[in-house]
């Protein structure tokens, strides 16, 4: 049977070697992180005056919660409490932190009817893809909206799969996402719903609704040499993958010739060395109506 498409729910279950995948995805939450100059939370959420309850989808280790948590002020009674999901349980911690707490559920199922109004803030980063095509993708989201207390928030982080330079400045970059877009659609994932995610919230009655959008420096382009360079690994790994994938589409579909796809890691690396590149990240947010 032929191999899952990489970065699939499919293919994620069949991660064996969990921690250098947890590497990869440790690498892009700290680009992510100084993207967007240190936030993570991006919602007005007060945490000083009460405990509140945020879920975190397709949490992996949970390492966006582990972080939020140590960030925050405690309320003056209770503990924040933090719900992470996962489809693959082989990269949940092992050592349990206070107040956070795991489970397994695949966001293409709808959620636990406990859930229902129970969050004060949903976080749903590099996941939606997860579940194929835009319609689907939508329906996770107002599943989760579900989810949100009356006045509590959902924020979102998704890339738009798109180079954001010009192709004569990242040629090789732009192959890398023609690769993704490629991959993704043969499989009937659709890889440029971002930018629809902000109307999807308006649709759905958020309030206060808003985007934020945030360029994770790659290679030459970091200022901080030692994330470019780890960046540029953690790239590879992704470009290697989606190059190896486009290979086996049908030539009708093929965004590059196979020589391309061939060289197209190594090229990429000469690339992010010695010009670096953007990886574009998108932040949307809005707050569920109090109810009238
Ligand atoms: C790109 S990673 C993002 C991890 C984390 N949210 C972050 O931003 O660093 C995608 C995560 O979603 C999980 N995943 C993939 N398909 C899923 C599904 N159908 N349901 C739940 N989780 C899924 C993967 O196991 C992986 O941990």
Redesign the pocket.
Known sequence: MADPPI???EW??K?KDASS?IGR??I??YG?KQAAEGTLVFVPLDFSSGPRAIL??????G??MREVQSSIPSPPQGTHTFLG????ES?FPTNNTPNISYMK????EPPPPSWQDSFDLV?????L???GSGDAQRTVVNEHIKAVKPGGWIQI?DCDRVCPTPEAENPRYHDMWACIRAVCQASGTDPLEAPKIKKWLEEAGLEDVQERTAMRAVGKRNVDQDLGEQGIQADLIIARGFAEAAKGLDPSVKPLPDERLETLAEDLEKELRETGACFPMRFIWGRKPHAT
């Open positions: 970065s699939s729910p994620y279950l991660v995948d995805l440790t892009y939450h992510f975190d989808v397709g949490t992996a280790d390492l966006w999901t996962d489809l693959n990269f559920q695949d966001i293409r976080n749903l980063r590099m996941i893809i997860a579940a982080g």
